[in-house]
T-cell receptor, first 113, second 111 residues
Framework: EDQVTQSPEALRLQEGESSSLNCSYTVSGLRGLFWYRQDPGKGPEFLFTLYSAGEEKEKERLKATLTKKESFLHITAPKPEDSATYLCAVQAPGSNSGYALNFGKGTSLLVTP | NAGVMQNPRHLVRRRGQEARLRCSPMKGHSHVYWYRQLPEEGLKFMVYLQKENIIDESGMPKERFSAEFPKEGPSILRIQQVVRGDSAAYFC?????????FGQGTRLTVV
């Protein structure tokens, strides 16, 4: 069965203190790995899609990387507005499921001034 | 270009009542997915639909839950005879292909 495990469950950073969030996955035939940001009471907001090992994508203070077993979301010099839950999801092969996503439980990030 | 629209945002139902959740996908998107998020749990896939077709409902409970995406109008997730355990946030996502965009969700509370 496909598994997505995110760590840590919660992370508290000082403003400007860079860190990384981890997403480990086991899936046969990865079609895509996705990162989303979710604010309290809101729906997930799309951040990145990664398709193959070695791929990297950046957006402002965020950078996502992918290996054959895990993905990292690096946050450089975070600001309080980066506080949110970050969700990782994988898209596995399976023609019936289309592009359905299998999500991890998320990492809750708090950035303090 | 409006995003994925879900309504209502909040829904309170008494045990045994029916809940109807609506989702209008982004313009041009023909794929709709429903997910459920229970407290302290991750998002779980429920059902995948295209216009007038249920493609995969493997994540949906066999009883009391149904979904449709008619030719005209929004996709509907229907929960009959709700129980306390159905209390959760229900999210709809639409996509043109591989990248899914989520609505703001409907928070269902069963009292």
């Amino acid at each position: 069965e496909d598994q997505v495990t995110q760590s840590p469950e919660a992370l508290r950073l000082q403003e400007g203190e860079s860190s990384s969030l981890n997403c480990s996955y086991t899936v046969s035939g990865l079609r895509g790995l996705f990162w989303y940001r979710q604010d309290p009471g809101k729906g997930p907001e799309f951040l990145f899609t990664l398709y193959s090992a070695g791929e990297e994508k950046e957006k402002e203070r965020l950078k996502a990387t992918l290996t054959k077993k895990e993905s990292f979301l690096h946050i450089t010099a975070p600001k309080p507005e980066d506080s949110a839950t970050y969700l990782c999801a994988v898209q596995a092969p399976g023609s019936n499921s289309g592009y359905a996503l299998n999500f991890g439980k998320g990492t809750s990030l708090l950035v303090t001034p | 270009n409006a995003g994925v629209m879900q309504n209502p945002r909040h829904l309170v139902r008494r045990r045994g009542q029916e809940a109807r959740l609506r989702c209008s996908p982004m313009k041009g998107h023909s794929h709709v997915y429903w997910y459920r998020q229970l407290p302290e749990e991750g998002l779980k896939f429920m059902v995948y639909l295209q216009k007038e077709n249920i493609i995969d409902e493997s994540g949906m409970p066999k009883e009391r839950f149904s979904a449709e995406f008619p030719k005209e109008g929004p996709s509907i997730l229907r929960i009959q005879q709700v129980v306390r355990g159905d209390s959760a946030a229900y999210f709809c996502a639409s996509s043109p292909s591989s990248e899914a965009f989520f609505g703001q969700g409907t928070r269902l509370t069963v009292v």
